[in-house]
């Protein structure tokens, strides 16, 4: 054989960075192009004095950052952090037992179809679904014309708090019982069974087993329900009126709004982002080491 017919071999970590930039090349550039360079241009704009010239802005650079802490939006950011909160809270009040039925008590055959009829609200609009609660909600709508038919008073919801809890809880719940699920029907049950054997009764099994086994399915769960509901736009807008101005929609006045001051609505922006991005952080830190069972 002649050396001409020799042909040279990559090194092996050379042929491993080959394959991971093949892999993994066209999703690192999707990620580039549509999540950093625009993050990066919000975070441009949110120092920009103006955006075109004539524009009426109120200053710019670092005050738009310090304007966030200003009375009026601070209630914006505080209402907002309530709405994500509270309806963390009721999906997993509500999630967590069905979710647990689901995995553990329900027919192994029947799962799949019910996890499927479960979400199958998610296969239509969000906003579609706004509005059949804006129907069902409103003072002639189906509640109302149902509580009055039995005789009892009817409520004024719309337009209110709840409604906002309401809708968005329906939003958000199916996440939840999914991730919760997948949590759930991975459960020890000799754990279980150990721990009735040694006495335990079922509320101190469920706070000593249960719970530490599910606690990283807990924390994914409420951290997307609560991420998402921070950015909820729809429902604070459509069933809360207009006394519920969350942070989003204070984002979508200065963009498109009458304000139109996208120097501040990019410093909103941006400081969403990195609250978001924290959160995400000490999840992936400290979720499994607060997993471990006492």
């Given at each position: 054989?002649s050396?001409?017919?020799?042909?040279?071999?990559a090194?092996?970590?050379a042929?491993?960075?080959?394959?991971?930039?093949?892999l993994?090349?066209?999703?690192g550039l999707?990620?580039?192009l549509?999540?950093v360079?625009?993050?990066?241009?919000?975070?441009?704009l949110?120092?920009v004095?103006?955006i075109?010239?004539?524009?009426?802005?109120?200053?710019?650079?670092?005050?738009n950052?310090?304007?966030?802490f200003?009375?009026?939006?601070?209630?914006?950011?505080?209402?907002?952090?309530l709405?994500?909160?509270?309806?963390?809270?009721?999906?997993?009040?509500m999630?967590?037992?069905?979710?647990?039925?689901?995995?553990q008590?329900?027919?192994?055959?029947w799962?799949?179809?019910?996890?499927?009829?479960?979400?199958?609200?998610?296969w239509?609009?969000?906003?579609?679904?706004?509005?059949a609660?804006?129907?069902?909600?409103?003072?002639?709508?189906?509640?109302?014309?149902?509580?009055?038919?039995?005789?009892?008073?009817?409520?004024d919801?719309?337009?209110?708090?709840?409604?906002?809890f309401?809708?968005?809880a329906?939003?958000?719940?199916?996440?939840m019982?999914l991730?919760?699920?997948?949590?759930?029907e991975?459960?020890?049950r000799?754990?279980?069974?150990?721990?009735?054997?040694l006495?335990?009764?079922?509320l101190?099994?469920f706070?000593?087993?249960?719970?530490?086994q599910?606690?990283p399915?807990?924390?994914?769960?409420?951290l997307?329900?609560?991420i998402?509901?921070?950015?909820?736009?729809?429902?604070?807008?459509?069933?809360?009126?207009?006394?519920?101005?969350?942070?989003?929609?204070l984002?979508?006045?200065?963009?498109?709004?009458?304000?139109?001051?996208?120097g501040f609505?990019?410093?909103?922006?941006?400081?969403?982002?990195?609250a978001?991005?924290?959160?995400?952080?000490?999840?992936?830190?400290?979720?499994?080491r607060?997993?471990?069972?006492?």
């Amino acid at each position: 054989m002649s050396n001409a017919d020799l042909k040279p071999i990559a090194p092996p970590a050379a042929r491993r960075w080959l394959g991971m930039t093949i892999l993994l090349g066209p999703a690192g550039l999707w990620l580039v192009l549509l999540l950093v360079l625009p993050t990066l241009v919000i975070f441009e704009l949110s120092l920009v004095p103006g955006i075109r010239p004539g524009d009426v802005v109120n200053p710019s650079g670092l005050g738009n950052y310090w304007r966030v802490f200003d009375g009026i939006n601070l209630r914006v950011v505080g209402r907002s952090l309530l709405f994500a909160s509270g309806t963390t809270l009721l999906c997993l009040l509500m999630g967590f037992p069905v979710a647990y039925w689901l995995a553990q008590m329900a027919p192994r055959r029947w799962r799949n179809l019910l996890l499927l009829g479960f979400i199958l609200p998610l296969w239509t609009s969000s906003l579609l679904r706004t509005y059949a609660w804006i129907t069902i909600l409103r003072p002639t709508g189906i509640l109302n014309t149902l509580l009055t038919t039995l005789g009892l008073p009817a409520l004024d919801l719309l337009n209110r708090t709840p409604a906002v809890f309401i809708g968005m809880a329906y939003s958000y719940l199916p996440y939840m019982v999914l991730i919760l699920y997948a949590s759930l029907e991975k459960l020890d049950r000799e754990l279980l069974e150990a721990a009735a054997d040694l006495g335990a009764n079922p509320l101190e099994t469920f706070g000593r087993v249960t719970i530490p086994q599910t606690l990283p399915g807990i924390a994914a769960g409420s951290l997307l329900v609560f991420i998402s509901g921070l950015g909820d736009f729809v429902d604070p807008e459509l069933l809360g009126g207009a006394s519920s101005m969350t942070l989003s929609r204070l984002i979508y006045n200065q963009f498109l709004g009458a304000s139109r001051n996208w120097g501040f609505g990019s410093a909103l922006s941006i400081v969403l982002i990195f609250a978001v991005s924290g959160a995400i952080a000490l999840l992936i830190k400290y979720g499994d080491r607060d997993a471990r069972p006492s």
